[in-house]
């Protein structure tokens, strides 16, 4: 009796939040909420299988608070894989997943300052997007990216078992972790809230083995365009330090690069770096790499 | 004599009805030297004909809001062989394709995916470049944030987009086969003289570029004016213009890199590659 009244409640609890911890079958909770899901919208971790090709996909993912500009940077990366026939040495060819990224784009277009992931969230959106991309040489590469609503990452500050069942981190050829500079540079307050939160994220992960000192990561300040006078900037030298050094303690070393961007821009210089960074293909030795991930999914669904 | 099934397909307002209502205008009496004419007449042409005497008198043709589709059956003849082909195309109303869009496919679409040989697929998508596609979204997109509830409709995909998922289903259901690409209302687009529809396509589209390139291997770009002109911009002088036009034949026209007005070049290019 008790243990049904547990899973109701938890399945209330999925209903509203939209997300489904336990099996991640997301699909039917979503239908529940949102209505049917349209044609080639976001998958869950559940059907990573789907994007199994002969060749290993790239995973990333992307890690951050609500409000941090997660749908904001995607959406930007999208925007400019569209409109260009050719962005970064890459053509944009495929997706399974269009309707995913023109969900993120769609948010930004009605209201860009109304565009928590608080809604996202409610919506039951799903997180896992895939980009197949062509070089100009011709050869096809897949970048599968991991966008979970920042409300997830809030649940894995306080809870293991929200960790547990989460099979990218662990998996990812590369991390992002995003931090809000605009935040992150106004009151002492906000910026000790922003560190403690990573810090309870950092800690978990770290105890359920999510991430390593062979993880891959970098960080992105986001909306560094809010940050404009000579204060905030200095604010934020020293703020990055103090961040830094707590990714540093947990994942046993430093990330590969931070960068300061602003998503808004598409020609900004910083952000399409990232963005290189994001859908280069893996290199051969990471390539080479076991598919874990893969086969944890051929296990799971024998 | 040899049938052949093409399947017509475009989102709505995509300019399928306006084709086949220009098609049959242009080619019933089978005297204009094109590259496919009619060979004869169908023993009942009532649809067709009600939508060629629209685009006869610059009327709007009606667009199809029929639930199923009609097929339209036409006897035609290649000029240069003399063979003789029973060409079919369904005149499906463009929001059974939308609906695709939204994981909601109908049966009748899937059977002509699987009886046709090749897509003669219509967008119309004007002349603007993603950046002014993204800002008339913007415009025009009302917000639908209700406390917190926001629902993104197909409507609300980007156009380019919608286009890419219909093409996407049809490759599923189709495979690698023949598809000529026109884009519609071409009167009113904005390219330079001469230049090619495809560079066109890779300048102004090139997300649709990008996947049809990637997934088809015979494929050909159009740009397609069936009616000629818009209509809205016609005076009395001008649509008498228009009007002789159509009695020589010349009124409506496709373009590759220069105009022509053998309106049946898309179809000939699919017929040529299902062999």
Known sequence: MIENMGEQVEDIINIITGTDSTSGTGTNTNAKVNGQLLFCDAKNQSELNDFIDSERPKLVALVGFANYGKSTFIGALYELLIQNLNYSGYSFVDSDTYVGFERRVFLRRINDEDTSDTKRNVLGENDILNLVLRSKEGKIHQVILSDKAGETYLKYTSSDDEVKDDRVLENADLIVFFVDAEVDTQKLADHILIAEKYEGLLTRLKAQHKITALTSYIMVYTKIDKVVSDERRKKLADRKKKLSAIFTENIGKEPDQIYEVNSKDLNHNTLNQVFEKIISPLTSVEAAKELDWVKMEIDNQK | ?275
């Open chain 2, 1 to 275: 004599m040899e049938s052949t099934n093409i399947l017509l397909a475009g989102l709505p307002a995509a300019g399928k009805s306006t084709y086949i209502a220009a098609l049959w205008a242009v080619e019933k009496d089978g005297k204009s030297g094109h590259l496919l004419t009619c060979d004869e007449r169908p023993s009942e042409s009532f649809y067709v004909d009600g939508m060629s005497d629209n685009w006869t008198v610059l009327k709007e043709v009606r667009r199809t809001t029929f639930a199923q589709p009609v097929e339209i059956v036409l006897p035609m003849k290649r000029q240069n062989t003399g063979k003789k082909i029973n060409l079919s195309l369904p005149d499906f109303k463009g929001e059974i394709f939308q609906q695709i869009l939204d994981n909601s496919v109908s049966s009748d679409v899937v059977a002509w995916c699987e009886k046709s040989q090749g897509v003669l697929f219509m967008l119309n998508l004007g002349n603007s470049s993603p950046e002014m596609l993204q800002e008339q979204i913007s415009d025009t997109t009302k917000p639908r944030v209700e406390l917190e509830k926001v629902v993104l409709l197909p409507n609300d995909i980007d156009p380019a987009i919608q286009n890419v998922l219909l093409l996407k289903y049809l490759y599923s259901k189709m495979g690698d086969c023949p598809i000529a690409l026109c884009f519609s209302s071409w009167d009113s687009a904005d390219y330079s003289d001469g230049q090619d529809v495809e560079e066109w396509v890779k300048a102004n589209h090139p997300c649709i570029y990008n996947y049809v390139s990637a997934h088809f291997t015979n494929y050909r770009y159009y740009g397609i004016s069936a009616q000629g002109a818009d209509y809205t911009e016609l005076d009395e002088k001008s649509g008498d213009e228009l009007a002789e036009k159509a009695t020589r034949k010349e009124r409506a026209y496709v373009y590759r890199n220069k105009i022509s007005y053998d309106i049946t070049e898309p179809l000939d290019f699919l017929i040529l590659g299902m062999r």
